[in-house]
C-alpha cells in the first residue's frame, strides 16, 4: 500500500512510494535516488552488492523524472531529506523518462520563463512551483468557504456574450453561428442582473477575457477574476467585506501551507487591519512627492503613482472617492457632490488588486452616466431593462486572483500564478 | 435593523424588512401586500384607517415587484404565510418598478421559456425558479467540499486554445490577435498535463464550450463542466471516487435545501449505492429488447437505447467496458482485448451525466490510438511531449454540472439549470 511520502517518518518501518526520481547519483557501490511526489522528498539508497538483483537492474536502466515504485526498509539517517532514507526491496519503473529533459527540474539550472512555460508540466513539478499551485489552490479554497459561510450564493454567468461590458475596446470575437459574439470581459453587467434577480449576495470565480495588446508582468489576456455583488449594501460595507476575504485567504495560506511557504522562502504575515483608506486626492497627492510627470485631478493613476504610494503606505490599502469621470458608467456619484463617486480600488503595495463601487441602482440616472462615457445605451438594453422593475441599491467589487497570489507570494511575473498563461504571443500550451 | 423574512416567526414582536413586492390585494378599507425576498414571503397587512399617513400614501404608490422596506409589528394569524403578518408602522419604496411587467413573477400566468430567459431577472425571482439556483450553488459547495477532503488540487485551465481536445469539429473560433484560436471543448488534455506535472489529483469545475448545431433540451453550447484527474489510479478507483460524489451532492442537498426542494415539489432521495455497473455488451441487449431500431456491436447508444435501460435499471449506473473504436484516443484499452477499453460512462434514468476512463498513459500506443482515429499526432505535439518524461497511469472523469442539477431536480429542459443559457439561436441576456 503506497504512502505518501511526507508520511515516511524516522520512525517508519517498511514503506511503499510511487514518485519521480528527482535525482540520480551513483557512487560505483552505492547508488543513490531522490524520489519525489507532490508531498515532498526523500532518499532511495542502493547498495548494490546487497541490493536484490532485480532493483539493481532497475536502478542501471532508470533516468531522471521516470516514475518508480519504491518497497523497502526506512533507516533513520541524518544527513538525508526528512533524517530517513528508504532501502529498496522492489524498485520498480512505472514510466520511463527519455534524456535528455528539456528542462531541468532539479534547478540545478535555470531557466527563462519562456522556456519554463513551453515545458510547463516540468515545471510545476519543481518544488517551487508545485509550492504555487497548491498555495492557489488553499486561496481558492479558502475564498470559496469564506463566502459560502457568509451566506453568498455561487453563481456561473456566460463567456460567450452579445454586448461588451465597457465600450467596444479590447475584446475578442468569436464566430458563434452565423452571428458575432465576444469573449466577456467581466461579469459585471451579469452579477448586477443577479441583483436585479433577488439573489442578494452572489459570487463567481471565472475567467475573464481582455484583448489588451500590451504584454507586461501584470497583465494576462485571459485571467481569472473573484466577483462579488450585494444587495442593500454600500461602497462601504463591500469594503468592509473585501479586506475580510483579504484576511482569511492570507490566514488560511499560513496555516495550510506552511511546508509551501518555506519552499517558496515567504515569510508570509496576515496584514494588518484595517486598512488605511485615502481619498484619490490625499493619492495624487502622495504621488506627486516623488513622481517625475506630476499628476492632475482626474489623471488615471500610472504605474509610477501606485508605486511611489504603495512605498509610502507599506501595506493594504483602498484608494477611495475617485472622480465619476475616471470611473466606469455604472458607479455611484455621491448625491452631494457627483463629481466624485463611490468607487474604490483595493491596493497592494505593488499593484491594484480590486476595483469595486457602489453601482448605480436608478434606471434613468445610469442611462445618464451611459451616454456621459460616450456610449449608447441601446447597446446595454438587455442591462438597463432590469434597472426599470425594482432594481435593489447594491455594490461589489471584482478581484484578480492571479495578482492575489502573485502579490502574496512575491513572485515577479504574473506568469508564475497562472498554470497556462494567454498573453500577447502565447496561445500553447 | 432589517431581518431575513424566514426569521420573522409568530413570536417575533417587531420586525423590519427589506423585499419585492409579491403581489397587491386591495379590499377598500385593508390592503395586503405580500412581500418576499430569497429567504421567504411575508403578508404585510395595512388598515387604512389606523395606519400613519405615510404608509397609506407609499401603499397608493407602490406597483408589483417594486422593492419596499417595512417596518412594524408583528401579529401571529394564522390564515397568512409562515402564520405571521407585518404591520406597518413605516413603509418606504426602495426602488419603484414600472408597469405593466414583461413577465408574471406570481406565476398566476406561466410562459413559455423564451420568453422566461428574455426577462431571465424576473423569472429568477419565481420562488421555484429561484430555488433552482440556489440548490445548484449548494451542490458545487458541496463538490467542493468534497474534493478537496479528498486532497484534490483546484487547477484553472485556459479556455483559449490553440488546438481541439477531439479533432476539429464542433469548435468556435476566435480572432487572437493574428492568430486563430478556439473556445476550449474541455479541459481534458490539461487536466491530463497536470498529471504528468505531478499534481496527482485535480480538479477544476468552469466553462466548456461546443459549436453543436442541433437544439435540444439536453446540449447547451456553453456548458459547466467538473472535470477530475488522478493519478496512479485506474478506472474502478475514479467510478467509485464518482459514485461517492454524487452521493454526498445528494445527501447535502436533501440537508441543506429542504425549504427550495418543497418548494419545487421535489422528493429527494439519495440513490442507493454501488451503482450498479452493466457492460457496454450487456446495455445493447437490454436496449434491443425494446428499441425499434436494433443497435449492433460498435454502435453508440442513441436517446432511445438510453431511455430503454434507464428505464430498466431504474436508478444511477455505470456502463463499462465500451468498444476502444468508439470512445476518444486518450481510452485506455485492455491489455488482453484491446477491442474493449476501460472507459465508463455513468448515467441516470433520463440521460448521460458523466464520461471517464483509465487513459492511455504510454506515449507510443498514444500515437497509435491518435491516428487509428484518423487525427494527426503533430497537432497534439504540446500533449503528446507531456508522455515521453515519465507520465503516471491515471484516470478521470467529467460530469455535467447542468445536467448534474437537471436530473437531480427533475427538470425538463436543460435551459431551467442555468441561468443564461447559451444555444444555437440565443446570445442574450
Given at each position: ?8 517518518t ?14 540520480i ?16 522528498l ?6 548494490k552488492k546487497?541490493a ?9 536502466e ?18 538525508a531529506?526528512?533524517?530517513?532514507e528508504?532501502v529498496?526491496?522492489e ?11 528539456p528542462?531541468?527540474?532539479?534547478e ?11 515545458s510547463?508540466?516540468?515545471?510545476v ?8 499551485f497548491?498555495?492557489?489552490?488553499v ?7 469564506f463566502?459560502?459561510?457568509r451566506?453568498?450564493?455561487n ?5 460567450v456574450?452579445a ?9 475578442f ?6 452571428k458575432e459574439?465576444?469573449?466577456n470581459?467581466?461579469?459585471q453587467?451579469y452579477?448586477q442582473m443577479m441583483?436585479?434577480a433577488g ?8 475567467p475573464?477575457?481582455?484583448a489588451?495588446?500590451?504584454?507586461t508582468?501584470?497583465h494576462?489576456n485571459?485571467a481569472?477574476s473573484l ?7 454600500d461602497h462601504?460595507?463591500v ?8 484576511i482569511?485567504v492570507?490566514?488560511r495560506?499560513t496555516?495550510?501551507?506552511?511546508d509551501?511557504?518555506?519552499?517558496l ?7 494588518a487591519?484595517p ?8 493619492a495624487?497627492?502622495?504621488a506627486?512627492?516623488?513622481v ?19 512605498e ?5 490599502y ?5 472622480p465619476t469621470?475616471?470611473?466606469p ?17 483595493m491596493?497592494?503595495?505593488?499593484m491594484e488588486?480590486s476595483?469595486?463601487?457602489?453601482r ?11 451616454r ?6 441601446e447597446?446595454?438594453?438587455?442591462y ?21 497570489i ?9 506568469r508564475?500564478a ?12
Amino acid at each position: 500500500m503506497r504512502i505518501a511520502i511526507q508520511d515516511v517518518t524516522p520512525e517508519t518501518d517498511y514503506a511503499e512510494i510511487i514518485g519521480w526520481v528527482h535525482e540520480i547519483r551513483d557512487l560505483g557501490g552505492l547508488a543513490f535516488f531522490i524520489v519525489r511526489d507532490r508531498t515532498g522528498l526523500i532518499q532511495v539508497t542502493i547498495p548494490k552488492k546487497k541490493a536484490p538483483e532485480a532493483v539493481v537492474e532497475a536502478a542501471k536502466e532508470v533516468s531522471r523524472e521516470s516514475v518508480v515504485r519504491v518497497a523497502g526498509t526506512v533507516k533513520a539517517i541524518e544527513k538525508a531529506p526528512g533524517g530517513r532514507e528508504l532501502v529498496p526491496e522492489e524498485l520498480e519503473i512505472v514510466s520511463l523518462a527519455a534524456s535528455p529533459l528539456p528542462l531541468d527540474v532539479a534547478e540545478k539550472v535555470s531557466a527563462e520563463m519562456d522556456t519554463r512555460i513551453d515545458s510547463r508540466f516540468l515545471d510545476v513539478r519543481k518544488p517551487r512551483v508545485g509550492a504555487i499551485f497548491f498555495i492557489r489552490s488553499v486561496a481558492v479554497r479558502a475564498i470559496n468557504e469564506f463566502l459560502f459561510s457568509r451566506g453568498f450564493i455561487n453563481i456561473t454567468t456566460p463567456k460567450v456574450v452579445a454586448a461588451a461590458t465597457e465600450g467596444g475596446t479590447e475584446l475578442f470575437p468569436i464566430a458563434y453561428f452565423e452571428k458575432e459574439a465576444f469573449l466577456n470581459q467581466s461579469p459585471q453587467l451579469y452579477k448586477q442582473m443577479m441583483m436585479a434577480a433577488g439573489c442578494e449576495k452572489v459570487f463567481e470565480i471565472g475567467p475573464i477575457f481582455r484583448a489588451e495588446e500590451h504584454n507586461t508582468v501584470r497583465h494576462l489576456n485571459e485571467a481569472t477574476s473573484l466577483d462579488v455583488e450585494v444587495s442593500f449594501a454600500d461602497h462601504n460595507d463591500v469594503m468592509q467585506l473585501l479586506e475580510d476575504l483579504i484576511i482569511a485567504v492570507y490566514r488560511r495560506v499560513t496555516e495550510d501551507c506552511a511546508d509551501q511557504l518555506a519552499t517558496l522562502g515567504v515569510d508570509l504575515t496576515v496584514p494588518a487591519t484595517p486598512f488605511p483608506r485615502i481619498s484619490y486626492a490625499e493619492a495624487i497627492e502622495i504621488a506627486n512627492r516623488t513622481v517625475p510627470e506630476k499628476i492632475s485631478f482626474g489623471d488615471d493613476l500610472g504605474t509610477a503613482a501606485e508605486k511611489a504610494i504603495g512605498e509610502y503606505i507599506g501595506q493594504h490599502y483602498f484608494i477611495v472617492d475617485w472622480p465619476t469621470a475616471i470611473k466606469p458608467y455604472y458607479a455611484m456619484p455621491y448625491p452631494e457632490n457627483p463629481e466624485l463617486s463611490k468607487a474604490f480600488d483595493m491596493m497592494h503595495p505593488r499593484m491594484e488588486l480590486s476595483s469595486g463601487a457602489q453601482r448605480i441602482h436608478q434606471h434613468d440616472l445610469l442611462v445618464e452616466q451611459i451616454r456621459a462615457k460616450g456610449l449608447s445605451p441601446e447597446s446595454f438594453e438587455f442591462y438597463l431593462k432590469t434597472f426599470e422593475y425594482g432594481m435593489p441599491p447594491h455594490a461589489g467589487w471584482g478581484l484578480g486572483v492571479e495578482r492575489l497570489i502573485m502579490t502574496m507570494l512575491n513572485l515577479p511575473n504574473i506568469r508564475e500564478a497562472v498554470l497556462f498563461p494567454r498573453d500577447r504571443h502565447r496561445l500553447t500550451p
